[in-house]
């Protein structure tokens, strides 16, 4: 069985301040871990994905994300905020073995302010 | 390179009708994906495709629920009879490769918003 958290449904930032979304998961297989970003009436653009190599991820847009298997978790951060990543996020993890079926987070809406 | 597209972007039906999706993966990709978000909840699995056969259809609600791929290119899902619940947005997304395809990159279109009265 697998499970995703992410643990704040909104995050306000200024433009310009650092960006963090948190995310946990639990699952019964190593998992490969993904970050998502939907911007309004589009599709969900992959950011960035782990998959068992390096532990630290950078994705496109200046975002990147941690694998820390001993706290679970694989939260995703930006150094500083622009206005045009103000989206909804959604953390999803695939276990490597089994049905491989992805399970995803409920999302998070990151609002940035000028 | 155009990327998935799906048809209706909003769809509203009254209970007991019939209501078909449609979604064009990007050319070339073998895996189709379709997944529901019900409204406050978070995305779920439906059903896979790769080419036109049905790989994994465990996340499908109920027999309500039909989906088609002929000829391996667009991908149809329809809802008959349609019931209050099943209102959300459903997204289609497409992915190249073979073995866990879940692993790699997957396209997702923009989504349909499906209401039920």
Not at chain 1, 43 to 57: I, M, R
Not at chain 2, 23 to 46: Q, T
């Amino acid at each position: 069985a697998q499970s995703v958290t992410q643990l704040d449904s909104h995050v306000s930032v200024s433009e310009g301040t650092p960006v963090l979304l948190r995310c946990n998961y639990s699952s019964s297989y190593s998992p490969s871990l993904f970050w998502y970003v939907q911007h309004p009436n589009k599709g969900l653009q992959l950011l960035l994905k782990y998959t068992s190599a390096a532990t630290l991820v950078k994705g496109i847009n200046g975002f990147e994300a941690e694998f820390k298997k001993s706290e679970t978790s694989f939260h995703l951060t930006k150094p500083s905020a622009h206005m045009s990543d103000a989206a909804e996020y959604f953390c999803v993890v695939t276990p490597s073995g089994g049905s491989y079926i992805p399970t995803f987070g409920r999302g998070t809406s990151l609002i940035v302010h000028p | 390179e155009a990327g998935v597209t799906q048809f209706p972007s909003h769809s509203v039906i009254e209970k007991g009708q019939t209501v078909t999706l449609r979604c064009d993966p990007i050319s070339g990709h073998d895996n189709l994906y379709w997944y529901r978000r019900v409204m406050g909840k978070e995305i779920k699995f439906l059903l896979h495709f790769v080419k036109e056969s049905k790989q994994d259809e465990s996340g499908m609600p109920n027999n309500r629920f039909l989906a088609e791929r002929t000829g391996g290119t667009y991908s149809t899902l329809k809802v008959q009879p349609a019931e209050l619940e099943d209102s959300g947005v459903y997204f289609c997304a497409s992915s190249q490769g073979s073995g866990a395809a879940f692993l790699n990159e997957q396209f997702f279109g923009p989504g349909t918003r499906l209401t039920v009265l």
